[in-house]
């Protein structure tokens, strides 16, 4: 698993350009035993959620990061190969 990579994101959408990169492990453990911080973030969230306040709500999951499942191929390849000749 810590040969499986990909880029992480801050949540926030319009910036595309990744933080980093995390491998397979580290995101499974931070998924089974997340920080204090972020735990308590959820549970801010989930106030939120209960109260209809989806503005405090969003601030709130703008500070979580997210992230993108995708293939990081390290190798080089020849731009011929993608000629049709």
């Known amino acids: 698993m810590k040969n499986i990579i ?3 994101y801050e949540a926030d959408i319009k910036r595309s350009i990744p933080l980093g990169t ?3 492990e580290y995101v499974l ?3 089974k035993k997340p920080k204090n911080d972020i735990k ?3 549970e801010q969230i989930q106030v939120a959620e209960q109260n209809k ?3 405090t709500k ?3 999951k703008s500070k979580l990061y997210s992230f993108t499942p995708c293939v ?3 190798r080089l390849r020849p731009f011929t ?3 049709l000749c």
């Open 6 to 8: 990909f880029n992480y």
């Open 58 to 60: 969003q601030v709130l």
């Open 40 to 42: 308590h973030i959820f």
């Open 53 to 55: 306040d989806m503005a």
């Open 22 to 24: 995390v491998n397979l």
């Open 29 to 31: 453990n931070a998924i």
């Open 81 to 83: 190969e993608y000629y």
């Open 72 to 74: 990081l191929d390290f």
